[in-house]
C-alpha cells in the first residue's frame, strides 16, 4: 500500500554532514521525496511537534535538542512507507539499533539519534502540519 511518511533529519546528523548518506537510504529503498526542506524548529514548534511526550522527565531535554541547529525534514511516499522507514531508522536508542539501520550505523546516544520518523499515519499528519504549514 503506497503511503507518506515523514523523516527529520536531526541537528546531530546536519551537524556530522549525514544528510546526503541518510537521503541516499530511503531513495535506494525506493522512496519519492515529496517535500524537503532545512529550518531549525522555533521553541513552540518543537513543544508542539513533540507535544506527545510534554509530561515526559526529558521533554525540557528534548526541546532545546531539537531547537539547537538547522534540521532537514522530508515527506517521502511508498510502499508501507510509515512501517518500512521505521525499519530503516532502527530503535530510538542508538546503542539497541540493528547495524545496517540508520541509528545503528550513525547515532551515538538517545537523544542524539540521527533521525526522528513518524510512527503513525496520524502523527505524519500532525507532524507535518507543525513543519510544512
Avoid: C, W
Avoid at 81 to 110: C, H, M, N, Q
Amino acid at each position: 500500500m503506497t503511503e507518506q511518511t515523514l523523516f527529520i533529519v536531526k541537528p546531530d546528523a546536519v551537524a556530522r554532514k549525514l544528510v546526503g548518506q541518510i537521503i541516499a537510504r530511503f531513495e535506494t529503498k525506493g522512496f519519492k521525496i515529496l517535500k524537503l526542506k532545512m529550518f531549525t524548529f522555533s521553541k513552540a514548534q518543537a513543544q508542539e511537534f513533540y507535544s506527545v511526550h510534554s509530561s515526559k522527565p526529558f521533554f525540557g531535554e528534548l526541546v532545546d535538542f531539537i531547537t539547537s541547529g538547522p534540521v532537514v525534514v522530508a515527506v517521502i511516499e511508498g510502499n508501507n512507507a510509515v512501517a518500512t522507514t521505521r525499519i530503516l531508522v532502527g530503535a530510538t536508542k542508538s546503542y539497541e539499533a540493528a547495524p545496517g539501520s540508520i541509528r545503528g550505523d550513525f547515532g551515538l546516544g538517545i537523544s542524539d539519534n540521527i533521525i526522528h520518523a513518524s510512527d503513525s499515519k496520524e502523527n505524519f499528519e500532525k507532524e507535518a502540519k507543525v513543519v510544512f504549514e
